[in-house]
């Protein structure tokens, strides 16, 4: 028996609340802010940002922290977007803060990078398998496997593993090709460690992070329209400036490595040993970050990235100026965001037991 009796409105408003608080203590419920189910979508280019959220439906903003998450639905599906701008820790941030304030049960990185594969053209959109961030390294004084810890290739004893190929032996490292002869830069790529409720209270290390096989799998039936010349191509009388088109058709392109970083490349021999090394596709500054987020959280992830220019290319040609100056570059990547957003409705429509 209380002292106090509540009265039977305060006591289903007090019962209410302990619901709350019980469910925002469990390990699905990170909604600080809204916790309607939706797809989350962190977008690194702010022009193509702005395109999916004029395209959003029943569209609130909520400022967290000075950074702005706008709700609604987009192509069916309920969302959140925000914009994280440049570099890992700005992902890796944001996207945490995602995942803290609203219920996302999956994740959408979209954006511009850089072609790393040469075969690869300036306006392609690509959607790796899967991502790393080769630089993140053990940094050498030469070529020679490191051996901190006694036996070579261990870095156990400082809480580190080096980054492995198929065949199970450390990457080799970056070596620089001089005038004067090779310098070694003994630059070893190593693996992130990485915690969560599935390996903890071990944890355990990683070098990709593969993207969402469902998703993956949405994302290789797309079929979008992708433009060679940008909206601004267009005159006033109606044709077409042909110095704001790409020469090449772009094309959409599912599979192989994405890597992140936190420099902008312009090293074509960098370039050159990602390919080589480590077959990447694209190069740029958010979304191994995202993955990495996304991997510690449970959350499934993919990414599209469209390429602006060939990552360290010698010169800033007339593709990639026409893909900026013209606006093709957030169009064609908006594009392909809400085809997959379009197909992946109706994908989760097909489920068994998906409402009609």
């Known amino acids: 028996m209380t002292l106090f009796p509540l009265p039977r409105r305060a006591r289903s408003m007090a019962l209410a609340l302990l619901a709350c608080l019980a469910a925002v203590s469990g390990a699905q419920a990170r909604c600080l802010t809204d916790c309607r189910p939706r797809v989350g979508i962190v977008s690194a280019f702010g022009a193509e940002a702005d395109i999916l959220v004029s395209e959003t439906r029943s569209r609130r903003t909520h400022v967290i922290n000075g950074k702005r998450f706008t709700t ?73 496997l490191p051996a901190p810890c006694g036996a070579t290739g261990d870095l156990a004893c400082l809480g580190l593993q080096l980054a492995t190929g198929p065949d199970g032996k450390p990457l080799p490292p970056f070596t620089l090709s001089t005038p004067h002869g090779p ?3 003994g630059l070893f790529m190593r693996k992130n460690y990485v915690l969560n409720a599935a390996n903890a209270p071990a944890g355990g290390f990683m070098f990709d992070y593969p993207v969402d096989a469902e998703m993956l799998a949405v994302a290789r039936d797309l079929q979008p329209v992708l433009e060679r010349c940008g909206p601004k191509a267009k005159r006033a009388d109606g044709s077409t400036d042909a110095s704001m088109c790409v ?13 992140s970083a936190p420099v902008f490349l312009a ?5 050159a040993y990602l390919h080589e090394v480590l077959q990447a596709q694209t190069f740029e500054m958010e979304t ?69």
């Open 288 to 356: 191994a970050a995202l993955a990495h987020v996304a991997h510690a959280n449970g959350v499934p992830y993919i990414a599209f990235r469209s390429l602006s220019d060939l990552a360290g290319g010698e010169g800033f040609d007339a593709d990639v100026g026409a893909l900026f100056a013209s606006g093709l570059a957030e169009v064609n990547e908006a594009a392909v965001t809400l085809a997959f957003l379009d197909a992946w409705r109706l994908h989760k429509q097909r489920q068994p037991g998906a409402k009609r």
């Open 72 to 144: 609604g639905t987009l192509r069916g599906n309920p969302v959140v977007i925000v914009l994280s701008g440049v570099s890992i820790v700005n992902a890796t941030m944001v996207t945490q803060q995602m995942l803290d304030h609203f219920r996302v049960e999956r994740l959408v990185m979209s954006g511009i990078a850089g072609g790393v594969n040469p075969a690869n053209h300036v306006g392609d959109v690509t959607v790796p398998d899967r991502w790393a961030m080769p630089m993140e390294v053990f940094w050498n004084a030469d070529a020679k």
């Open 183 to 185: 310098v070694e830069t």
């Open 267 to 271: 090293n074509a021999q960098y370039r």
């Open 247 to 259: 020469k090449q058709q772009p094309r959409l392109l599912v599979g192989g490595r994405g890597v």
